[in-house]
């Protein structure tokens, strides 16, 4: 992976840091929504560095403000000790109040929650792009692992007959 100077951003090559792979098979997504991130200096090296996981991460709304919660960001062994670096802390959401109201009236919905999709680059700053869902049932689920099966099943067959 490039080394970027100072200040640089990120080529769109790697302007994806981390996805969250789960929430694709756990949830059907209704709308999907750009949020910036309220970021500490260390979190922006290690993010740069590619060390986020998503994987556990939700959003709740509190006061009528986003926050993450269980995004994991690890710190790089150079960040400064004179500051507790908190991989797990919990990190705000940026996003219009507008847009905030009416999220928070679909939320209150029965079914209805905010999953953190994925964190990247844009235009030198972190963005999270956050989706409101609703769980999938336990049978939905079984059915995206037969399409998944299904899908490896045909990619081996066209394998085997380019040979």
Known sequence: MPTHPKNAAPTARDARIADNKKAAFNYHFEERHECGLVLQGWEVKALRA???QLTEGYVVIRDGELYLIGCLISPLRSTSSHLPADSARTRKLLMHKAEIQRLVGKVE??????VPLNLHWKNGCVKCEVALAKGKAEHDKRNTLKEREGKREVERALKQRQR
């Open 50 to 52: 590619g060390k986020a």
């Open 109 to 114: 919905q029965k079914g209805y929650t905010l």
